[in-house]
């Protein structure tokens, strides 16, 4: 897959808008990791853990804020106005995937998140847009360092080598399996849309016949159930 | 006797709220626990958590309580789209999925999240539930009750008289004309985040002279018989809710201000006219509220009123109420927006089971409690310094009279928006340079945002005019700083020379503390802001008050009687 990133991003990152965003959905993305981040250092029953977990959300609170920044700059730089701060959702990933999954998830997304930082951080550099380049590498120490501690206690709350490696096995099938589901409601979502387009059209004498007989009322009205 | 679980979710702001046989035991907000700012989901975690609080199983519950009806909603969004079709060709897949795919079901979901029978789960109204989170804890027995939020059910406004344990609808004004969709819209206009930037809003008025009138009275008319009507076109709720205004406003007021730009109102006249926007919507805000009241006043013949709804958050508006409006006393809880509807769905279903009603709320610290043990191993693992403290507000009013920022966690966390002394951050109130420390290095928010003041309640009135009063307690209010202390509260008065006082009464924590910084400094006064960074939720545990030490250049972190610092103390 890399090789793939690495040819498509001289291209991709050309596309007028497209750092600015990607930038911003970065930062949203560490914005989600900090959340998770959070609620295991609350849900975990190690304070050694809980220790770690923390220092690593106040790292992907720094890599927010980073770029976010970042976004900000390069959008106005192409005259577009930022898209202000990142606001993240979680999945409760802790909860549904206990510690070990949980681990084997954020391990393999640091893993993930270094590789593709480190063709970023070529490209921007190859650019001359040391600036951006500074930003991924400067944030690429700390995922290094986020690959390597979450193996490492991995390791540890799996109670060894091998289930670790099972463990991120699983991780990884959850994770085409999720990748297949959102594919799917990718789909399901655009069917959905054209069947209500349809019902809407359908639907134009009711809409026509509400507005007639049935407007918005204005002014006080008498008590009565809302 | 019975315990009634009550909940708000599934738009802004999820809450639970626990009444026991008539008291009011717990009050949380979901975002405290999720740490995701205004959660939108159901509070799973915080029903869970006031049922810890009330020592209860889910079994143990005699009634679950929604705080609106699905079905009425469903219809009203339905009959939005119609009426505004082919506008709301956008809207209707989503809405319909929102509605049909969740939103219907919920009292089902409600049921299977806390694992209770299904008939134990109803719904109330909105506004009805609103009403009720504000009089039933309200030191009178009878007053009007004015309730103003986007909207509800259908209803956007609503009079009521209360009366005893009974709440009586007198009148109500129905979507899309709606005050809290008017300001909403604006918000949305000025750049900022709506349901979490209206206190942006409020704050930038201040800045700005009221100067777009003209152009405002096509955006709202104001009837003498109180009621108001929005001009629709302007406005994009009916047919997209995400935006909230239309292209018509930016035809009449100019093009929106981009989202997340810097402000600049020294500099920028483009700046000063946004504010000046600002300032006119919310002196619009106010006349609509004032007409309101006075019609509710006319209506029920009480002399107290009562306030609930996200608009009742405006604490300008409400000390305007409170002068103007012709009631001798007026009350607003201190979550008056969606969350606090949990407590009135509570309320609700306990005064209907025939449960008394409860006393006056006399505290916000509804949540749950910090633990200092924790923050103690935390702090070990994490390479802190701590000690514990024989006097815990001689070592605050020592830190603060040195010009330290200190962050102060005590006891159960606030129930509502406003840090209350349960877990703020304080600081001297003198220096305008710490306001700017604050905004600069831990909060990274606009400047023209204020700060707020804790004062000692008997003292207040030598401070602030109209303090204390029913509105202080919680932070809902503001006052006008008094002229000859206004060198001694530089950091927390607004350019308007106002402050959004908090009063604080014999008993607690924070006036031990405030007891001290006034024997230190003769000013018995805080500067006291919510402990969170930007875009984050209040702390609420251990574990979110020692990252946010780690994470932010303060000088010490007080958790009950220990004190953190990052250097040797």
């Not at chain 1, 709350?157 to 670790?164: D, F, I």
């Not at chain 2, 694992?115 to 609103?130: K, L, M, N, S």
């Not at chain 2, 997209?240 to 292209?247: H, I, K, N, T, Y």
């Not at chain 2, 350019?495 to 924590?509: I, L, N, S």
């Amino acid at each position: 897959m890399r090789w793939l990133v690495r040819l498509v991003t001289p291209i991709v990152w050309r596309i007028p808008g497209h750092a600015g965003r990607k930038l911003h959905g970065f930062a949203r993305a560490e914005e989600g990791s900090r959340i998770d981040l959070l609620q295991a250092a609350r849900q975990t029953p190690s304070v050694v853990r809980r220790a770690r977990y923390l220092r690593h959300a106040l790292d992907e609170t720094r890599h927010a804020a980073m770029f976010a920044r970042a976004s900000a700059r390069l959008r106005r730089d192409d005259g577009r106005p930022p898209l202000g701060p990142p606001v993240a959702d979680t999945e409760e990933l802790f909860e549904r995937l206990g510690e070990v999954g949980f681990l084997a998830f954020v391990h393999r997304g640091e893993r993930r998140g270094r590789q593709q930082f480190e063709i970023y951080r070529d490209h921007f550099a190859r650019r001359g847009d040391a600036r951006t380049a500074a930003i991924f590498e400067a944030i690429l120490a700390d995922e290094r360092q986020h690959e390597g501690y979450t193996r490492e206690v991995l390791v540890e709350v799996a109670g060894g080598e091998r289930p670790a490696r099972a463990a991120l096995r699983r991780a990884a099938r959850w994770e085409a399996w999720r990748t297949w589901r959102r594919a799917g409601r990718f789909v399901v979502e655009r069917l959905y849309t054209v069947a209500m387009m349809a019902l809407y059209v359908a639907i134009a004498p009711l809409a026509l016949a509400v507005r007639r007989l049935q407007p918005a009322r204005r002014g006080w009205l008498p008590p009565g159930e809302d | 006797m019975a315990a009634v679980l009550g909940i708000s979710g599934y738009y802004h702001d999820a809450a639970a709220a626990l009444v026991v046989d008539g008291r009011v035991v717990a009050a949380m907000q979901e975002e405290r626990f999720s740490r995701i700012k205004n959660d939108a989901g159901l509070p799973r975690r915080a029903a869970q958590a006031c049922l810890a609080a009330g020592g209860l199983a889910a079994a143990d519950l005699d009634q679950v309580v929604f705080y609106e009806q699905p079905f009425a909603k469903l219809e009203r969004v339905l009959m939005s789209l119609l009426r505004t079709f082919p506008r709301s060709l956008r809207q209707f897949p989503r809405a319909l999925a929102a509605q049909l795919g969740q939103k219907i079901w919920v009292l089902d979901q409600i049921a299977e999240m806390l694992d209770v029978p299904r008939d134990r789960v109803t719904a109330t109204e909105h506004h009805r539930a609103h009403a009720a989170s504000a009089f039933f804890v309200s030191p009178f027995a009878r007053a009007a009750v004015l309730t103003v939020d986007g909207v509800g059910e259908a209803t956007s406004t609503a009079l009521w008289r209360g009366d005893g344990d009974r709440l009586d609808c007198v009148g109500r004004i129905e979507f899309p004309h709606s005050l809290g969709l008017l300001y909403a819209g604006l918000t949305a206009y000025l750049g900022f985040e709506v349901n979490e930037g209206e206190y942006k809003v409020m704050g930038l008025a201040a800045f700005g002279a009221p100067r777009f009138r003209d152009e405002f009275a096509r955006l709202v008319q104001l009837h003498g018989d109180g009621s108001f009507e929005l001009g629709l076109d302007y406005f994009g709720h009916l047919a997209d809710a995400e935006l909230g205004f239309g292209p018509r406003l930016e035809a009449l007021l100019g093009p929106r201000r981009p989202p997340g730009k810097p402000w600049d109102l020294e500099h920028s006249a483009e700046d000063r006219r946004y504010a000046d926007i600002a300032a006119t919507l919310q002196a619009v805000t106010e006349d609509a509220l004032l007409a309101l009241a006075r019609e509710a006043g006319r209506r029920t013949g009480a002399d107290a009123l009562c306030l609930a709804g996200g608009v009742a958050l405006n604490a300008v508006a409400n000390a305007r109420l409170r002068r103007e409006a012709g009631f001798a006393r007026v009350f607003v809880q201190p979550a008056a927006g969606d969350a606090g509807a949990a407590l009135g769905a509570a309320l609700l279903g306990a005064l209907g089971r025939g449960d008394p009603r409860p006393a006056p709320l006399a505290s916000a610290a509804l949540g749950t409690a910090i633990s200092a043990a924790e923050a103690q191993a935390l702090a070990e693992q994490l390479g802190l310094r701590w000690r514990r403290l024989d006097d815990v507000p001689a070592e605050v009013a020592t830190r603060i009279a040195a010009g330290q920022l200190v962050a102060f966690c005590q006891g159960r966390f606030e129930w509502g928006p406003r840090a209350l002394g349960q877990r703020s951050l304080l600081a001297a109130p003198s220096s305008p340079a710490t306001r700017d420390r604050i905004n600069r290095v831990v909060k990274r928010r606009e400047p023209f945002r204020p700060f707020a003041p804790a004062v000692l309640a008997d003292r207040a009135g030598e401070l602030f005019a109209d303090a204390p009063s029913d509105l202080t307690p919680f932070m809902t209010t503001v006052c006008p700083v008094r002229a000859e202390r206004a060198a001694a509260l530089g950091a927390v008065t607004h350019v308007d020379g106002t402050a959004r006082v908090q009063t604080v009464a014999a008993g607690g924590a924070l006036h031990a503390v405030l007891d001290a910084v006034g024997d230190a400094t003769g000013v018995p006064v805080v500067l006291n802001t919510s402990l969170n960074g930007p875009g984050e939720p209040i702390v609420a545990a251990a574990t979110e008050a020692v990252a946010f030490l780690v994470a932010h250049p303060i000088d010490a972190l007080i958790v009950e009687d220990l004190l953190l610092t990052r250097e040797a103390t």
